[in-house]
């Protein structure tokens, strides 16, 4: 496996502590019809309303959600929210309520969808329930990656991050490894265990309403999977291969919208660091069966053993 291979990287902020789980209750909780907000909603004057999202992009952290949302914002029938608002996952705005949430929603034309992204729903245990509580039937967007490379862009975040604060972070070997064993509290290999993630959204949603996104394939030819999105989202088909071009100084696609040209931040992609066979042995080894879980559940695989 190329251990070089870029990835896509971004900026956000990480819930500190996890939430506890919910009750194990485990069968799929379908019953009650969610009490939807329904804002008496006067439209700006040039004629746009504030909409609850229609869709959300819960994750992952470093599978490339911010590639996503840029890509899927080329669809003139989608309104995104730019900023990553944490809405569900952090107690000080979820106590705000859905009128706060839904103020921080973009201007969007009733023939639109609005979509938010927030990637650290994915891996937050309250986030499922609250976001059912508030549409039970929404479409969920869910991007992923091989969960070692995710790993590894996690760690190359946070060691850029330490370094534009001109702090030290340990090389990615000695913080993976302990005594020659993998040290599995390391939070960014805990976040790569998909299933245990999946299995508490598929307690609230069923499998068809949430779409997952090949985060490895979107990078290498976003087209294909973009087009799969519109899909699933009931969208016409309106972006093409024309919307996309290959930057061969970045390694990366960027994007062409209505002639303009643009490319994601150049925090994205950074290289990741090398690691030792005999680390790299061992992150196999650890995601093997996990992996294996997780495939059995979404009822697919994915190029990651
Ligand atoms: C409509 O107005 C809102 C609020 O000022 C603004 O954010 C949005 O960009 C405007 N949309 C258009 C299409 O002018
Ligand atoms: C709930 O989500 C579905 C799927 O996106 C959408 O069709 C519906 O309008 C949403 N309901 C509300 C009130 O936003
Ligand atoms: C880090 O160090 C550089 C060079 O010594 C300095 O210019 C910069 O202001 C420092 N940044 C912070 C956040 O301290
Ligand atoms: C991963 O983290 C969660 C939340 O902190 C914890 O409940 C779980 O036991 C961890 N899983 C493993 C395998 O360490
Ligand atoms: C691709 O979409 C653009 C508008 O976004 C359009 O101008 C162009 O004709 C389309 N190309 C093809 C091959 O459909
Ligand atoms: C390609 O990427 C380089 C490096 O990030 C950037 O400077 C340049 O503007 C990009 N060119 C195009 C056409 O996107």
């Given at each position: 496996m190329a251990l070089l291979l870029f990835g896509m990287c971004f900026f956000f902020l990480q819930p500190q502590g996890m939430p506890s789980r919910p009750t194990p209750g485990d069968t799929r909780i379908f019953t009650s019809p969610s009490p939807i907000y329904e804002p008496n909603n006067i439209p700006h004057p040039n004629g746009t309303y504030q909409h609850l999202p229609h869709t959300i992009i819960i994750g992952v952290r470093k599978g490339g959600t911010r590639a996503l949302l840029e890509m899927l914002s080329l669809h003139s029938d989608i309104a995104v929210a730019e900023s990553e608002i944490h809405f569900f996952d952090w107690e000080n705005q979820y106590e705000k309520g859905l009128p706060w949430y839904l103020n921080q929603m973009p201007f969007a034309y009733s023939h639109q969808l609005t979509v938010e992204k927030t990637p650290a729903y994915f891996t937050s245990f309250?986030?499922?329930?609250?976001?059912?509580?508030?549409?039970?039937?929404?479409?969920?967007?869910?991007?992923l990656r091989d969960p070692i490379e995710r790993v590894l862009s996690d760690y190359t975040q946070i060691y850029y991050n330490h370094l534009q604060k001109n702090k030290t972070y340990p090389p990615v070997d000695s913080l993976l490894l302990q005594n020659g064993k993998l040290n599995t509290d390391y939070k960014a290999i805990n976040r790569s265990l998909y299933y245990t993630y999946m299995e508490n959204w598929l307690r609230y949603?069923?499998?068809?309403?949430?779409?997952?996104?090949?985060?490895?394939?979107?990078?290498?030819?976003?087209?294909?999977?973009?087009?799969?999105?519109?899909?699933?989202?009931?969208?016409?088909?309106?972006?093409?291969?024309?919307?996309?071009?290959?930057?061969?100084?970045?390694?990366?696609y960027c994007l062409r919208d209505s002639g303009r040209e643009r490319c994601l931040h150049e925090s994205k992609g950074r290289a990741h660091p090398h690691i030792s066979s005999f680390l790299l042995e061992k992150l196999h080894d650890y995601f093997y069966e996990p992996n294996k879980k997780f495939f059995e559940l979404v009822g697919r695989t994915f190029d990651w053993l």
């Open positions: 309250q986030v499922p329930e609250r976001i059912y509580n508030m549409n039970s039937t929404i479409k969920i967007l869910l991007i949603f069923p499998l068809q309403n949430i779409h997952i996104v090949d985060g490895d394939y979107l990078i290498k030819d976003p087209f294909p999977e973009i087009q799969k999105v519109e899909r699933f989202l009931s969208l016409s088909p309106q972006i093409n291969a024309s919307n996309f071009y290959f930057n061969k100084t970045k390694g990366f």
